[in-house]
């Protein structure tokens, strides 16, 4: 089993829909990151979450620490909004200063005109 | 802002040569992290550098050899290439736990 599971896998939707996109991780965590990736394209950083929530745009993460579990939410989604998410856990600081992100598998998101 | 530069974008090399990925990161960042990203796989994280001292090891092949200079830039060296090692590789760089990421370099190994 993965140590970062995200779902759904593939989404599909139509313009000015509300977005959810999850993932479940199953190590202790010190944050967790969205990021976005389009296709061939680099990665953005969307959020950083350590607690709670946080918004931008038409962008909100939220994280419940306690489930293992966070959120990543598209409001009046838009087809440029198509793009791979990706869900990526830090893991708690080890010492060595400078720990590698765990990445989940990506949501691959379709928005339709 | 100034982001993370990568250099080059793309390279393409044959099999058994080597290659030397650049990474220049964002000013006063202290940290650079090296991800490699296989057609259709999800990043894998293979190095990182605090301080200009090696601080995490991730999948990175016994093969590649990575280290961060004074003025913190990266340099990611990668010999006896493999088609397998045809990917995307990332560089990021923070200054806390927040990672930016540059925009790659595309390797292509024929």
């Known amino acids: 089993k993965n140590e970062v599971e995200q779902s759904p896998q593939n989404l599909t939707a139509q313009e000015g829909e509300f977005i959810t996109i999850n993932c479940s991780y199953s190590v202790g965590i010190s944050a967790l990151h969205w990021l976005q990736q389009h296709p061939g394209g680099g990665i953005v950083s969307l959020f950083m979450?350590?607690?709670g929530k946080k918004k931008h745009g038409r962008l909100i993460a939220t994280i419940n620490i306690q489930e293992k579990h966070s959120s990543l939410h598209i409001t009046a989604s838009h087809p440029r909004d198509s793009a791979v998410y990706i869900c990526a856990v830090l893991r708690p600081y080890s010492g060595g200063g400078a720990d590698g992100l765990t990445f989940g598998k990506g949501t691959h998101l379709i928005i339709q005109p | 802002a100034a982001g993370v530069i990568q250099s080059p974008r793309h390279l393409i090399k044959e099999k058994r040569e080597t290659a030397t990925l650049k990474c220049y990161p964002i000013?006063?960042?202290?940290?650079v992290y090296w991800y490699q990203q296989g057609p259709g796989q999800d990043p894998q994280f293979l190095i990182s550098f605090y301080e200009k001292m090696q601080s995490d090891k991730g999948s990175i092949p016994d093969r590649f050899s990575a280290q961060q200079f004074s003025d913190y830039h990266s340099e990611l060296n990668m010999s006896s290439l493999e088609l397998g090692d045809s990917a995307l590789y990332f560089c990021?760089?923070?200054?806390?736990?927040?990672?930016?990421f540059g925009p790659g370099t595309r390797l292509t190994v024929t």
């Open positions: 979450l350590s607690s």
């Open positions: 000013p006063r960042h202290d940290t």
């Open positions: 990021a760089s923070s200054l806390d736990y927040e990672q930016y």
